[in-house]
């Protein structure tokens, strides 16, 4: 891709006359003259650079969102499988910064990047004006050249994606309680979890967990603890990011737990009701996604290099070269760390990316040279379900009951908000020693089907009776 390196001029303000019907701009007050920073994304990276800048000398900070909350994305997989609500692991971001009296907060949709005049642009039309730029948009779903799989695999990065793989997996039991065939009875109780990473190995794990644990004694036509949950990896073992041995021990609880782990498994393709993997038709009602990531389009507009996953590639400060008014940070950035090798996309990397450019925006301040960011490695960890988990940290190696432990201690911690510190404790608590769920409520069932794809309206689906009915008459 072409590189865009004269970014760091003024001769394009004319242009902001055409960016919407009313050539609408967005800025503090001008007899502030403070430094405008405009941070792009409300997740880690985002929050942390907002966050680090309070009390920051005559610079004021505008945090642009399309939500008007902060999603504590390694819990997202628990509300998809029940353990707990949407609520409970999203905190409003204008509640974070609060106290905050330099920082505000503007709910929009950002589509364009002008780094010529240095503007944002919204949907509605509006440009929001700024003199360093922080950039942590997120990433999206990777599926390797065939997004038609969306559709029928979806994936994990939202609230919205964790309410729809909950619905999807409900509603396959519910299907399957009402099936006589025992072939699609057996497809609707089949789930496979694509990726063998953090993500996959917790959904997996909790799929399983669910079914074969917390609501068998519910059902009465089929057995859930029958259900068949398959966690497919492509490379050689899942977690590839921990310790051979934490991998294998993964691996063997979540086969413990009826979990079936396939390695070297390459999935073909996907289609409604099914998934090819290595040649091999599965019949499955519920396919999920946890495979890939890929950064968000937006910094596709850039005109600057981008990596193999679609993330920028920064500076040594985590500038985009040749601007360096404009910092990029979490999964949108193309990191590297010790030996050169990339960064992870993590929470702790995104919230120590953020915090080092707030420095660095400090140091600027303070007519100080930028420094290098250096990644603190404070290790890495995933749960398998009640009572077992992996982590590596501080230079060990956990596995099991200690390291599950440890898994509750720091999510925790890492959650905003004493009150749903208080609510997520508690409910894990009732989960561990009751083995249920409080979120295993299915979300308009009827107006999305029943049936296994049946979409059609309440409306449509008339009783048979009544449509012999009418066409009778």
């Given amino acids: 891709m072409e590189s865009r390196t004269e970014c760091c001029g003024w001769s394009s303000w004319g242009a902001l006359a055409g960016l919407g019907d009313d050539g609408r701009r967005t800025e503090w007050p001008r007899e502030q003259r403070h430094e405008r920073v405009v941070i792009v994304g409300g997740g880690f990276g985002g929050l942390a650079t907002a966050r680090a800048l309070a009390g920051a000398k005559d610079v004021d900070v505008t945090l ?51 780094l010529d005049a240095r503007a944002v642009l919204l949907r509605d039309g509006a440009a929001v004006s700024y003199d360093t730029l922080v950039l942590a948009p997120g990433a999206r779903h990777s599926y390797f050249g065939h997004p038609q799989w969306e559709a029928h695999a979806p994936g994990l990065k939202t609230i919205e994606d964790a309410l729809e793989i909950r619905r999807r997996v409900l509603l396959a039991l519910e299907r399957a309680e009402r099936e006589s065939d025992p072939v699609r009875r057996r497809a609707m109780l089949t789930f496979v979890v694509v990726g063998g990473g953090p993500t996959g190995v917790e959904l997996a794990g909790a799929i399983a967990e669910v079914a074969c644990q917390v609501v068998h004694e519910e059902f009465r036509a089929i057995d859930t603890r029958h259900a068949h949950t398959i966690l497919v990896e492509a490379g050689p073992r899942i977690l590839p990011g921990f310790a051979p041995k934490l991998s294998a021990r993964a691996a063997d609880a979540l086969r413990r737990r009826c979990v079936d782990v396939r390695t070297e498994a390459r999935v073909e393709f996907v289609e409604p009701g099914a ?22 389009p937006l910094v596709r507009m850039l005109g600057v290099p981008l990596d193999r996953a679609g993330r920028v590639v920064v500076d040594e400060s985590l500038r985009i070269p040749g601007c360096p008014e404009v910092f990029v940070v979490g999964d949108a950035a193309a990191a590297s760390g010790r030996g050169g090798a990339p960064l992870p996309g993590l929470a702790p990397v995104a919230i120590q990316e953020g915090r080092f450019v707030a420095r660095t925006i400090r140091r600027a301040r303070e007519g100080r040279a930028a420094d290098r960011f250096r990644y603190v490695d404070r290790g890495i960890m995933a749960t398998i379900g009640r009572g077992h988990a992996v982590a590596s940290t501080a230079g060990l190696d956990v596995s099991g009951l200690a390291a599950w432990w440890l898994w509750l201690l720091v999510h925790l911690v890492w ?6 510190r208080v609510v997520v404790m508690l409910e894990w608590a009732w989960a561990y020693v009751t083995r249920q769920r409080s979120g295993r409520l299915i979300l308009a069932p009827f107006a999305r089907g029943v049936h296994a794809g049946d979409d059609r309206a309440p409306s449509d689906r008339r009783p048979r009776d009544a449509r012999h009915r009418h066409s009778a008459a």
Wanted: glycine share 6%.
């Fill in 275 to 296: 998934v090819i993997i290595d040649g091999e038709r599965i019949a499955a009602d519920t396919v999920l996604w946890a495979a890939g990531v890929e950064a968000s």
């Fill in 415 to 420: 959650l905003i908000g004493f009150r749903s």
């Fill in 64 to 114: 642009i969102d399309r939500t008007n909350y902060h999603v504590f994305q390694p819990l997202l997989y628990q509300v998809a499988t029940t353990s707990l609500s949407p609520s409970e692991i999203a905190y409003p971001i204008r509640a974070a910064l609060r106290g905050q009296r330099n920082a505000r907060v503007l709910l929009g949709d950002v589509i364009d990047i002008d």
